[in-house]
């Protein structure tokens, strides 16, 4: 078994996989970069975010944005509607 945690969006991230194979730790480092990379897509607590800088130039005309904040935002709205 092995394990990996670390601190992301906010909260201390845990993640555990049942094996003892040489992959399962590139596995998890690549699991770990995901998160990381999503938190600097997404968070709203780095100033250097993608969200952020979208956030700072609200109502300034439309803003190009990635595929990753562009989807966030899509399921934000359709959650917001339900």
């Known amino acids: 078994m092995q394990r990996l945690q670390f601190r ?3 909260s201390t ?3 555990v996989i049942d094996s ?3 992959t399962a730790r590139s596995a998890l480092n690549v699991a770990r ?7 600097q897509i ?4 780095r100033s250097h975010s993608e ?6 130039r609200a109502g300034c005309g439309p803003v190009r944005v990635g595929y990753t904040l562009w989807r966030a935002v899509q399921h934000a709205l359709r959650a917001a509607s339900a």
């Open 51 to 56: 969200l952020s800088a979208l956030n700072r």
């Open 13 to 15: 991230i845990t993640i």
């Open 8 to 10: 992301a969006m906010g």
């Open 42 to 45: 997404l968070s709203r607590f």
């Open 33 to 39: 970069r995901a998160f990381l990379r999503y938190e």
């Open 20 to 22: 003892d194979d040489p």
